[in-house]
């Protein structure tokens, strides 16, 4: 157990509808990270934030948000969904801002299929 | 542009000692290349990080040259429990992270 929590584990919708996954980061953490993975495919970063802030983005489609909250706890928003943004949506933390001497604590995942 | 290169796939057996390279040009002068191992549906988790030369723990080794454009880590006497996802991260001159594709290690018994 990483100590990174992620809900839901698995959410099925519809395309065009929006969603919101959940991470909570190991105690102590400031830095939460979030990946997709599509199926066979290498992970993809997204986003970072620190401490409440965002850090850094990657590959973030605009129709993707995210936000950390006072309590380091963070949120991504998926919206206008499409087929393909069926993935493994994952979210690691870490202790500090960021590099990568910094090791990431993966969460277990949240399974998203759009139908 | 800031690239990290790691073979696709590899096979090996058990018993054997795994050696996976990545290349890393352009890297940060002051930042460690880690490397992590996924199983399927699983997060990635940590195995092992260095600066430069050879470290060792109790999985893994991992080499790196002086020029610390590489990096290779190494599996002694994999068994069929090794069989994952192995990624090299590192980051650029600008510190943003750059995930390696990962490659997909098969141990055959």
């Known amino acids: 157990d990483s100590g990174v929590t992620q809900t839901p584990k698995h959410l099925i919708t519809a395309t065009g509808q929006r969603v919101t996954l959940r991470c909570s980061p190991r105690s102590g953490d400031l830095s939460v990270y979030w990946y997709q993975q599509s199926l066979d495919q290498g992970l993809q970063f997204l986003i970072q934030?620190?401490?409440?802030?965002?850090?850094a983005k990657g590959n973030i489609l605009e129709r993707f948000s995210a936000q950390q909250f006072p309590d380091l706890h963070s949120e991504l928003n998926l919206s206008s969904l499409e087929l393909g943004d069926s993935a493994l949506y994952f979210c690691?933390?870490?202790?500090?801002?960021?590099?990568?001497?910094?090791?990431?604590?993966f969460g277990p995942g949240t399974r998203l299929t759009v139908l | 542009l800031a690239k990290t290169t790691q073979p696709i796939s590899m096979d090996s057996y058990e018993g054997q000692e795994v050696n996976i390279t990545c290349s890393h040009n352009n890297i940060a002068t002051n930042d460690y290349i880690t490397w992590y191992q996924q199983f399927p549906s699983q997060g990635p988790r940590f195995i092992i990080q260095?600066?430069?030369?050879?470290v060792t723990n109790e999985v893994a080794s991992l080499f790196i040259p002086a020029d610390r454009k590489s990096s290779t880590l190494s599996l002694p006497r994999v068994s069929l429990s090794d069989t994952a996802v192995y990624y090299c991260?590192?980051?650029?001159?600008?510190?943003?992270?750059?995930w390696g594709a990962g490659t997909k290690l098969i141990i055959k018994p």
């Open positions: 690691a933390s870490s202790a500090s801002s960021g590099r990568a001497s910094d090791t990431q604590y």
């Open positions: 934030y620190y401490n409440g802030e965002e850090r």
């Open positions: 991260l590192s980051a650029d001159s600008n510190y943003q992270l750059i």
């Open positions: 260095g600066y430069k030369t050879k």
